[in-house]
């Protein structure tokens, strides 16, 4: 946030993010209990609102497949990279947001796609650039999955005058158009090939131990931080401010606020995937903007694609 703060990356005008697994546990397909069953099993209330369909222990144990019950990659997964980005930049709900993709990679009956692209559009963003005043404004944020390939791609803030590699590290290069850094590219104090600053909290420290998924899920900053060069807690953090704030007053970091808008945003995706096409925000009445007819909490939970 200090490095975006003082306009080292220039204005920001494209963000891409992205999530790659290629197992089935990752891609939901979870274990059934042999013991599952009508009997013991409260189907209804598992069911709650969503569309009432018969007993099915698919449904239940891997629930995150079906779109009557969970969101698939946009609400369970894209929230995750737009939640720590969104912490950076405070660019909210976007005004459009289009997606596409399709279940290429595990077709074993689910109806939420595998692979699945999200562009959200935020014309009126800025960061601050080094630029003419006027010039740069507008950002695309944008979303990357497949769960048929787990090739590290990393996450990148590509602004006018450098590019951010953001994960458990942080490296970045200046851009070899870069207007705050032209003077010493040409005078080979940069080069644009190499970082002008890299950040290991881990450079001092081995880790033999650390599974693929917990390295995958501490990457979108979900399972630890580090304070001094020591690995924290990050859930201890967060559940230790937000007792302060019950005990003291205060507003936690991570308040209904943006609970809101990543929700929405993941919402909106999953509604251009399922209707096909772009899906609009209303910032003044804080609505997303349906077709006559429609009703998009129940398309939401549908379990068909409305093409």
């Keep these: 946030m200090d490095i975006i703060t003082k306009k080292t990356l220039g204005h920001i005008s494209l963000i891409t993010t992205n999530t790659n697994r290629n197992d089935d546990n ?21 069911l709650g ?101 787990q090739f590290d791609r990393g996450s990148y803030l590509m602004g006018h005058d450098a590019t951010m590699e953001l994960g458990n590290m942080i490296t970045i290069y200046a851009d070899a158009r870069s207007t705050r850094f032209a ?38 900053g979900l399972l630890w931080t580090y304070r001094d060069g020591k690995r924290v807690d990050s859930t201890f953090l967060h559940m230790r401010e937000w007792l302060s704030c019950i005990r003291n007053g205060g507003t936690p970091s991570c308040s209904i606020t943006q609970g809101f808008q990543e929700a929405i945003s993941a919402h909106m995706a999953g509604l251009s995937y399922k209707l096909g096409r772009r899906i609009e925000w209303d910032a003044a009445a804080e609505k997303i903007i349906s077709k006559p007819g429609e009703d998009l909490d129940a398309i939401l939970v549908n379990n068909e694609v409305i093409v």
């Design 26 to 46: 990752g891609a939901w397909q979870y274990d059934i209990h042999e013991k599952a069953s009508s009997e013991t099993i409260d189907w209804d209330m598992f």
């Design 183 to 220: 003077d010493m590219i040409k005078e080979k104090r940069i080069d644009p090939n190499v970082p002008i600053y890299q950040y290991n909290p881990m450079a001092n420290a081995t880790d033999a131990v650390t599974s693929a998924t917990a390295k995958y899920f501490a990457n979108k």
């Design 49 to 149: 609102n969503a569309p009432k369909v018969p007993f099915n222990k698919e449904h239940f144990f891997r629930w995150r497949k079906w779109w009557a019950y969970g969101s698939g990659l946009s609400g369970d997964l894209l929230t995750h990279d737009y939640d720590r980005i969104n912490c950076l930049l405070k660019m909210g709900i976007p005004t459009s947001v289009m997606a596409s993709g399709g279940i290429y990679t595990h077709r074993d009956g689910r109806n939420v796609p595998d692979v699945l692209q999200v562009n959200m559009e935020y014309p009126d963003f800025t960061s601050g650039g080094s630029q003419d005043s006027g010039k740069e404004k507008g950002m695309t944020f944008i979303y990357s999955a497949t769960l048929g390939n």
